[in-house]
């Protein structure tokens, strides 16, 4: 038989009866300890044979005096490691120190407040950090920094810190220093650590020739660990989930005061569950919320190969079936943040990361294309574990049936072809939308029973027309012209015109609540509140829809010989082109002039929603140099714009991808 492992072979005739008898030590190449080495140094606990061997073989378990030898052979003799009889684990003897009571250990809350989200090209404007030990802060430490360059507005605004407070502060390079002497020998604590730790550790290189090698804890991955069913993990959102003050937010000394008081906080509850020391909190911490160690089956130089450019990833298993399909502005830091905790080690994310042994990347010229089509991607080729965009987005619609002499309000599904129906929305949410019409249905006294009526005077009304939710045409209470007048109030609302019902509401609440008719003013505010947000998703559609006319223009650069052009007519996504022709632009504007008023005379079609969606997502998270905008409010193109915008400009940055030819990247396996 033949023994493979990552960095290790064993010769044909050994077998597993002469590694249990001590009588052969395996030869490794320096890989095989140098990723032990590795994990060791991430689990600070220590790991046993079985886990270590599991790192190195594929189908490991089946003899465990085979493992416990090989583990022996390659770390028993290295002065890096120690074995601890009693547990059975392995651990280095640097992590020693950290084997210390919880309340007996050193932690400095960092928070940093700086001018974007990237350490290479930003910079640090301040820092604030305090020292936590048994649970109370004993020290702070607060500095502004001057940075090299000018402070962003959203930051200014955000932080309070602009470049008139920063004109006398010292240089990064004169304040570190200081902060590196608070720190000392303490676990590095902050919230979103590896923003913190970017930053730090980049500077650090940069004035000491050397990063930061203190340990690192993160209170938001705690979190994920300690609150797991708590929405919103946030700063703010867990400080007002516990009752904290607030006061100094988005500034250095505040964030991290916050931060220090969750940290305690945390301590606690995880002393309850039976972590009282610091090497197995920061070993607890580091596997994820799955409590299982991460396995990696992708390089470290495989990432590093993929383009930094728009695109879409498609993560595959070993035998090459697909998993995951994801889009990025930059493939190479969108995927690398799977491998180093970027985006959170949860379960999920441990399961996936664990079966993933390749990655396929497909560039895309904006992302824009990207998303449309990862989109596609994922509604045809179906990943097991995309949770969203799997099909369409479920859309519904309001229904009213004008050629029924009592229409009502209904909720649908599908968009029908009768004539006399109209058709709001689409909408996404079947519940809060049924409510919404339920409360207008009953403010206006619309009936809600299904079928065609045959009004009889005779006939009794049901418990909605006994209870006056409902004007009963059932048996003729109210005359058709009247109960007509009410679904034209209705139409109005569901057009935009929600003016005087909300105030006709409002005003009904005001009186109950004035009359200590407590219960009806309530029920009329829950109303109020229905229709509120209704009326504002309807606003937002209609919006979308009156005002989305215009053309997306990616101009041609050094790596697309043709511009790219997106048409978007009423919100909707009606055409794509490349601009490879002489008459395309004419093209595009006989288009335009063609299918103006058709799309704005139609209401989205649920296959739709997903790319208009997308395109209304991307004209609002766009960057400056994130193509150009042509506005158009008629059936008026002219070609002439479409040129302007698709020439290149010399003053803009140069967007092309670092590799252009790189459409594929495979990863190796071990």
Same mark, same amino acid.
């Given at each position: 038989?033949?023994i493979?492992?990552?960095g290790?072979?064993?010769? /044909?005739?050994?077998?597993?009866?002469?590694?249990?008898?001590?009588?052969?030590?395996?030869?490794?190449?320096?890989?095989a300890r140098?990723k032990?080495?590795?994990?060791?140094?991430?689990?600070p606990?220590g790991?046993?044979?079985r886990?270590?061997?599991?790192?190195l073989?594929?189908?490991?378990?089946?003899?465990?005096?085979?493992?416990?030898r090989?583990?022996?052979? *390659?770390?028993?003799g290295h002065?890096e490691?120690?074995?601890?009889?009693?547990?059975g684990?392995w651990?280095?003897?640097?992590?020693?120190s950290l084997?210390i009571?919880?309340?007996?250990?050193?932690f400095?809350?960092?928070?940093?407040e700086?001018t974007g989200?990237r350490a290479?090209p930003?910079?640090?404007?301040?820092?604030g950090?305090?020292e936590?030990?048994?649970?109370r802060?004993?020290?702070? +430490?607060?500095t502004?920094?001057?940075p090299a360059m000018r402070?962003?507005?959203f930051?200014?605004?955000? $932080?309070?810190?602009?470049?008139?407070?920063?004109?006398?502060a010292?240089?990064?390079?004169?304040?570190? #220093?200081?902060?590196?002497d608070?720190?000392?020998?303490g676990?590095?604590?902050?919230?979103?650590?590896?923003?913190d730790h970017? @930053?730090?550790d980049?500077? +650090?290189?940069?004035?000491?020739?050397?990063?930061?090698?203190?340990?690192?804890l993160?209170?938001?991955?705690?979190?994920?660990?300690l609150?797991?069913s708590l929405?919103s993990?946030?700063?703010?959102?867990l400080?007002?989930? +516990?009752?904290?003050a607030?006061?100094?937010?988005?500034?250095?000394?505040g964030?991290a005061?916050?931060?220090?008081?969750?940290?305690a906080?945390f301590?606690?509850?995880?002393?309850?569950?039976?972590?009282a020391?610091?090497?197995?909190?920061?070993?607890?911490e580091?596997?994820?919320a799955?409590?299982?160690r991460?396995?990696r089956h992708?390089s470290?130089e $495989?990432i590093?190969?993929?383009p930094?450019a728009?695109? %879409?990833?498609?993560?595959r298993? /070993?035998r090459?079936d697909?998993?995951y399909?994801?889009?990025?502005?930059?493939?190479?830091?969108?995927?690398?943040a799977?491998?180093?905790?970027?985006?959170g080690?949860?379960?999920? $994310?441990?399961?996936?990361?664990?079966?993933v042994?390749?990655?396929?990347?497909r560039?895309?010229?904006s #992302?824009?294309d990207?998303?449309?089509l990862e989109?596609?991607?994922?509604?045809?080729?179906?990943p097991?574990y995309n949770?969203m965009?799997k099909s369409?987005?479920?859309?519904y @619609?309001?229904k009213?049936?004008l050629?029924?002499s009592f229409?009502?309000i209904?909720?649908?599904?599908k968009?029908?072809?009768?004539?006399?129906?109209?058709? @709001?929305?689409?909408?996404?949410g079947?519940?809060?939308l049924d409510?919404s019409?339920?409360?207008?249905?009953?403010?206006?006294g619309?009936?809600?029973?299904?079928?065609?009526l045959d009004p009889?005077?005779?006939f009794?009304?049901?418990?909605?027309?006994?209870?006056?939710h409902? %004007?009963?045409?059932?048996?003729?209470t109210?005359?058709a012209?009247?109960?007509?007048?009410r %679904?034209?109030?209705?139409v109005? +609302?569901l057009?935009?015109?929600?003016?005087?019902?909300?105030?006709a *509401?409002a005003?009904?609440? /005001?009186?109950a609540?004035?009359?200590?008719?407590?219960?009806?003013?309530?029920?009329r505010?829950r109303?109020?509140?229905?229709?509120?947000?209704?009326?504002?998703r309807?606003?937002?559609?209609?919006?979308?829809?009156?005002?989305n006319?215009?053309?997306?223009?990616?101009?041609? /650069?050094?790596?697309?010989a043709?511009?790219r052009?997106h048409?978007?007519?009423?919100g909707?996504?009606?055409?794509?082109r490349e601009?490879?022709?002489?008459?395309?632009?004419e093209r595009?504007?006989?288009?335009v002039?063609?299918n103006?008023d058709?799309?704005?005379?139609?209401?989205?079609?649920r296959?739709?929603l997903e790319a208009? $969606?997308?395109?209304?997502r991307? *004209?609002?998270?766009?960057?400056?140099a994130?193509?150009?905008?042509?506005?158009f409010?008629?059936?008026r193109?002219?070609p002439a714009?479409?040129?302007d915008?698709?020439? #290149?400009?010399?003053?803009e940055?140069?967007?092309s991808?670092?590799?252009?030819?790189?459409?594929?990247?495979q990863?190796?396996?071990?």
């Open positions: 038989m033949k493979e492992a990552d290790l072979e064993a010769a /044909d005739s050994v077998n597993s009866a002469d590694y249990a008898a001590g009588a052969i030590t395996p030869a490794p190449r320096p890989g140098a032990l080495l590795a994990w060791l140094a991430a689990h606990a790991a046993g044979a886990e270590l061997v599991g790192l073989f594929k189908g490991a378990g089946r003899d465990p005096e085979l493992g416990a090989l583990i022996h052979g *390659l770390l028993g002065p490691c120690a074995f601890d009889p009693a547990t684990l651990m280095l003897r640097a992590c020693a084997r009571p919880l309340d007996a250990a050193r400095v809350v960092v928070d940093l700086t989200g290479a930003d910079s640090i404007i301040e820092i950090a305090c936590l030990i048994g649970g802060i004993t020290r702070s +430490f607060a502004l920094v001057r402070i962003p507005r930051i200014a605004r955000l $932080t309070s810190i602009d470049d008139g407070m920063v004109a006398d010292p240089p990064i390079r004169a304040a570190l #220093p200081a902060f590196r608070f720190l000392g020998d676990v590095m604590v902050a919230h979103n650590a590896p923003f970017s @930053f730090l980049l500077e +650090f290189r940069r004035l000491f020739g050397a990063g930061i090698r203190n340990p690192v993160c209170t938001l991955k705690l979190s994920r660990r609150l797991p929405k993990r946030r700063l703010d959102a400080a007002g989930h +516990f009752g904290l607030t006061g100094g937010r988005h500034r250095g000394w964030d005061r916050m931060t220090a008081e969750l940290l906080i301590l606690e509850m995880a002393a309850k569950v039976g972590i020391r610091l090497d197995r909190l920061l070993d607890w580091r596997r994820g799955a409590g299982r991460m396995e992708v470290p $495989t590093a190969a993929l930094r728009p695109g %879409v990833y498609l993560m298993n /070993d090459g697909l998993l399909v994801g889009k990025a502005a930059r493939l190479r830091d969108r995927v690398a799977y491998f180093n905790g970027g985006l080690r949860d379960a999920r $994310t441990a399961e996936l990361i664990a079966h042994h390749a990655i396929e990347t560039l895309a010229r #992302p824009l990207a998303a449309l989109a596609r991607l994922i509604r045809e080729l179906k097991p949770r965009l369409a987005a479920p859309a @619609f309001v009213l049936d050629s029924d229409p009502r209904a909720v649908a599904r968009l029908g072809a009768r004539a006399g129906v109209m058709y @709001f929305g689409p909408f996404a079947r519940r809060n409510n019409a339920r409360a207008l249905s009953r403010l206006l619309l009936r809600t029973c299904a079928g065609r009889n005077p005779d009794p009304p049901c418990m909605y027309g006994q209870t006056g409902c %004007v009963a045409p059932c048996n003729e109210v005359s012209d009247d109960y007509h007048k %679904v034209r109030r209705a109005a +609302f057009r935009g015109r929600s003016g005087p019902i909300m105030s *509401l005003a009904a609440r /005001d009186q609540a004035h009359a200590l008719r407590f219960e009806e003013a309530n029920r505010h109303d109020l509140e229905a229709l509120a947000a209704f009326s504002e309807a606003a937002r559609l209609s919006r979308v829809v009156t005002e006319n215009l053309a997306i223009v990616f101009p041609s /650069d050094e790596t697309h043709a511009a052009v048409i978007v007519l009423a909707r996504l009606a055409m794509t601009l490879d022709a002489s008459d395309a632009p595009l504007a006989a288009f002039a063609a103006y058709l799309y704005r005379s139609r209401t989205p079609a296959g739709e208009m $969606t997308i395109v209304a991307w *004209l609002r998270e766009r960057d400056a994130g193509g150009r905008i042509i506005n409010s008629g059936p193109l002219e714009t479409i040129r915008a698709a020439a #290149p400009r010399a003053d940055p140069n967007q991808p670092e590799q252009p030819n790189a459409l594929r990247s990863a190796s396996q071990p």
